[in-house]
DNA sequence: GCTTGACCTTTCAGTTAGGGGAGAGTTTAA
DNA sequence: TTAAACTCTCCCCTAACTGAAAGGTCAAGC
């Protein structure tokens, strides 16, 4: 099938699997001819899964390991366990940090009359050497 | 002062005040002659009033905005507020989002055996449509 | 057989917020 | 005087695409 085809069934868009296409991340065959990309049923298959780790927030790096892992009848399902876990604690690390920040912010907002007098606490807190 | 001094006082590196310098986000006087930028008591407090606002989260466009209230001393702090208010629900946002995707994976990597097996329940949801 | 329109191709540029480094000019201290 | 340290501009690089431009291909309808 053509492009449009399998970014229609994989739930991406054209410009997204001829990305993935460039870099490497599918191989999907091209005629010499036309330049015209022939996708397979398994392409639109890696090309679905690729979508579901995206947006579990694996990089595309990320994606391109637990790809081959995909492909690897044999692998151990400790190394997609690994990096599973590691994808998690990235996230935690990412939240708290969040957290943080949005404590932090909501702190000053909450001392902050919001009214139309000058007199501000959070730009004060910006301006605090 | 040169951009290694303001630099330092504002605890920036040399290229991001460059760049800030670039963008107009500050207007030190620059020499015709040599080149050089001379900065300013006030830049320099200018750039600490940015590097915190970034700390905070804050796009280089909302610095801008923040920025050109803190110089306006006629503002009315309910525009410092809503823009906080506003970062604050952006952190929100992503917060909910990120503990969903945490909640996923975690689900999933709980049920992973992670040995030397293949069998993956983690590349099965993956692989589901 | 021709045209139209949908679809496909490559390539370039832009997005965020700078980082790295080259090559050249400037300043300062020994 | 010279070497080190500092500064300048310019260009490429990052992640993961998106948009536009300019052109080739294909199927349907007349």
């Known amino acids: ?38 996708f397979s049923e398994d392409d639109v298959a890696k090309l679905q899964f690729i979508g579901k780790a995206r947006r579990f927030d694996f990089s595309i790096n990320e994606c391109r ?14 190394e997609v366990k690994a990096l599973t876990l590691e994808k998690i604690a990235q996230i935690d690390s990412k939240l708290d940090e969040l957290t943080r920040l949005r ?20 730009l004060d807190a910006l301006s605090r050497s």
């Open 65 to 78: 390991e637990l790809l081959s892992l995909y492909q690897d009848k044999n692998r151990p399902s400790s």
């Open 103 to 122: 404590d932090q912010l909501s702190h000053l907002a909450n001392h902050c009359q919001g009214d139309g007098r000058p007199e501000c606490p959070i």
């Open 1 to 38: 099938m053509n492009i449009g085809q399998a970014a229609k069934l994989s739930g991406l868009t054209v410009k997204t699997v001829r990305y993935y296409a460039n870099i490497g991340l599918i191989m999907p065959l091209q005629d010499n001819q036309t330049g015209y990309r022939s």
